[in-house]
C-alpha cells in the first residue's frame, strides 16, 4: 500500500495499484499477465489474509489446553491444522477480495486509492476474474476436508456471512460488523477442527474477534471516509467520525473482555495458564497505544495502525503457546 496520500492521488506506475507498494514480490517474481490476478487476490497485500489467520490459530492453540477429563491431548496446536488454516486464510481472503472487486468495480471506479484495481481500470476481464475465484475457493475446498465432518459443515455455513458482506455498505453504517462476522469464523473452526464440537469458549473468542475486527477495519476505513462520502459508501469511520477513539475503546476493551472470558470459560480441568493473560494484557498495551496515537486526519498513519494488529495476533498466540508448554514443563502445577 502507498506510503503518502500524494502517491494514492497520483497514477501508479504502469501495471501496478495506486494503493499497494510497487517493489513488492508479485512485480519481482510473477509475469506480467500474472498481476492482475495477484491484485485481485491482494497477494501484494499480506496483511488481510494475516488478519484472517489468526482467529483460526487462536483457537487452534486455545483447544488443546481444554483439558477435559478423559480426554488425551497435548496442549499446543496441531502443526498441520495450522498450515492448513494458513493455505486456506491465504486462498479465502483471495476469494473474498476478487469476489468482493466484482461486486464493487463500479464504486471503486469513482475512489481515488482503488481506482486503478484490475477491473475497473480494464486490466482483468469479469470472467477472467470470476474464473480466478472458483479456483480459489477449490483450493479453500480442499484444505476444508481435511478437518472432520463438524468442522466441513461449519466452514461451509460461513460462506452466507461472505455472500452477503460486500453489499452491507450500500444499506447499513456497520458494514464492518459483517466483516467481523466472516474475518472471524476462524475462531470456531480451530476448536471445531480439533474437538468436532463447539462449547462457550470459541463462541467467546468469536465475540472478541468480530469486535476487534470492527476496531481495526474502522481505522482503516477512516483512508477513504471522504471519497465514501462522496460515493454514498457507509461505514463505522463515517458513523463514528469525531467520536472514533470513544469508539475505539469500547469495540477494543469489549474484545479483550471476551478474550479473557474464553480462556476463562473452557470449562476444564485446568485451561490457559499465566502466559496466556501475559499475552493479553500486552496486547492490551498495544491496543491502547493505537487508540492514543490515531489521528483519523491521518490516512498513512491510519494504514499503518491497522497493519500493526498482526503484531496484536502474534502477540495472542505466542502467549497461548507458551501456556501450553507452561503445561508440559509443569504438569503438577496444571
Same mark, same amino acid.
Given at each position: 500500500?502507498?506510503?503518502?496520500?500524494?502517491?494514492?492521488? =497520483?497514477?501508479?506506475?504502469? =501495471?501496478?495499484?495506486?494503493?499497494?507498494?510497487?517493489?513488492?514480490?508479485?512485480?519481482?517474481?510473477?509475469?506480467?499477465?500474472?498481476?492482475?490476478?495477484?491484485?485481485?487476490?491482494?497477494?501484494?497485500?499480506?496483511?488481510?489474509?494475516?488478519?484472517?489467520?489468526?482467529?483460526?490459530?487462536?483457537?487452534?492453540?486455545?483447544?488443546?489446553?481444554?483439558?477435559?477429563?478423559?480426554?488425551?491431548?497435548?496442549?499446543?496446536?496441531?502443526?498441520?491444522?495450522? /498450515?492448513?488454516?494458513? /493455505?486456506?486464510?491465504?486462498?479465502?481472503?483471495?476469494?473474498?477480495?476478487?469476489?468482493?472487486?466484482?461486486?464493487?468495480?463500479?464504486?471503486?471506479?469513482? /475512489?481515488?486509492?482503488?481506482?486503478?484495481?484490475?477491473?475497473?481500470?480494464?486490466?482483468?476481464?469479469?470472467?477472467?476474474?470470476?474464473?480466478?475465484?472458483? *479456483?480459489?475457493?477449490?483450493?479453500?475446498?480442499?484444505?476444508?476436508?481435511?478437518?472432520?465432518?463438524?468442522? !466441513? *459443515?461449519?466452514?461451509?455455513?460461513?460462506?452466507? *456471512?461472505?455472500?452477503?458482506?460486500?453489499?452491507?455498505?450500500?444499506?447499513?453504517?456497520?458494514?464492518? #460488523?459483517?466483516?467481523?462476522?466472516?474475518? %472471524?469464523?476462524?475462531?470456531?473452526?480451530?476448536?471445531?477442527?480439533?474437538?468436532?464440537?463447539?462449547?462457550?469458549?470459541?463462541?467467546?473468542?468469536?465475540? =472478541? %474477534?468480530?469486535?476487534?475486527?470492527?476496531?481495526?477495519?474502522?481505522?482503516?476505513?477512516?483512508?477513504?471516509?471522504?471519497?465514501?462520502?462522496?460515493?454514498?459508501?457507509?461505514?463505522?469511520?463515517?458513523?463514528?467520525?469525531?467520536?472514533?477513539?470513544?469508539?475505539?475503546?469500547?469495540?477494543?476493551?469489549?474484545?479483550?473482555?471476551?478474550?479473557?472470558?474464553?480462556?476463562?470459560?473452557? =470449562?476444564?480441568?485446568?485451561?490457559?495458564?499465566?502466559?496466556?493473560?501475559?499475552?493479553?494484557? !500486552?496486547?492490551?498495551?498495544?491496543?491502547?497505544?493505537?487508540?492514543? *496515537?490515531?489521528?483519523?486526519?491521518?490516512?498513512?498513519?491510519?494504514?499503518?495502525?491497522?497493519?500493526?494488529?498482526?503484531?496484536?495476533?502474534?502477540? #495472542?498466540?505466542?502467549?497461548?503457546?507458551? %501456556?501450553?508448554?507452561?503445561? #508440559?514443563?509443569?504438569?503438577?502445577?496444571?
Amino acid at each position: 500500500m502507498s506510503n503518502s496520500r500524494d502517491s494514492l492521488a =497520483g497514477a501508479p506506475p504502469e =501495471g501496478r495499484v495506486s494503493d499497494a507498494p510497487s517493489d513488492n514480490w508479485v512485480y519481482r517474481i510473477l509475469p506480467a499477465r500474472l498481476w492482475p490476478h495477484a491484485q485481485l487476490a491482494r497477494w501484494d497485500r499480506p496483511i488481510g489474509w494475516q488478519l484472517l489467520l489468526w482467529p483460526c490459530w487462536w483457537s487452534a492453540a486455545l483447544a488443546p489446553q481444554a483439558m477435559f477429563p478423559g480426554a488425551a491431548t497435548t496442549s499446543l496446536p496441531n502443526l498441520w491444522h495450522l /498450515v492448513l488454516f494458513l /493455505v486456506g486464510a491465504v486462498a479465502m481472503r483471495g476469494a473474498g477480495c476478487t469476489y468482493n472487486d466484482l461486486v464493487d468495480e463500479r464504486i471503486d471506479a469513482k /475512489v481515488t486509492r482503488t481506482r486503478s484495481r484490475p477491473l475497473p481500470s480494464g486490466r482483468i476481464g469479469r470472467k477472467s476474474a470470476w474464473l480466478f475465484l472458483v *479456483v480459489q475457493a477449490l483450493v479453500g475446498l480442499l484444505v476444508l476436508v481435511q478437518f472432520n465432518v463438524f468442522a !466441513i *459443515v461449519l466452514g461451509m455455513a460461513s460462506l452466507g *456471512v461472505v455472500v452477503v458482506y460486500p453489499f452491507l455498505k450500500r444499506v447499513t453504517d456497520w458494514p464492518q #460488523l459483517g466483516l467481523g462476522f466472516a474475518f %472471524s469464523w476462524g475462531a470456531l473452526m480451530g476448536w471445531a477442527a480439533h474437538w468436532g464440537s463447539l462449547a462457550l469458549a470459541p463462541v467467546l473468542l468469536y465475540a =472478541g %474477534s468480530v469486535l476487534w475486527t470492527i476496531g481495526y477495519d474502522t481505522i482503516y476505513a477512516h483512508q477513504d471516509k471522504d471519497d465514501d462520502a462522496l460515493v454514498g459508501v457507509r461505514s463505522t469511520a463515517r458513523l463514528f467520525g469525531r467520536r472514533t477513539k470513544p469508539a475505539l475503546v469500547v469495540l477494543y476493551g469489549a474484545a479483550l473482555v471476551c478474550f479473557a472470558l474464553a480462556y476463562h470459560s473452557t =470449562g476444564t480441568v485446568t485451561g490457559p495458564h499465566w502466559p496466556a493473560y501475559l499475552g493479553l494484557a !500486552i496486547g492490551a498495551a498495544h491496543m491502547l497505544w493505537q487508540i492514543v *496515537v490515531l489521528d483519523i486526519d491521518d490516512p498513512d498513519q491510519c494504514l499503518s495502525l491497522f497493519k500493526s494488529n498482526n503484531l496484536f495476533g502474534w502477540i #495472542l498466540f505466542f502467549g497461548l503457546v507458551f %501456556s501450553g508448554l507452561w503445561s #508440559l514443563m509443569f504438569p503438577i502445577a496444571a
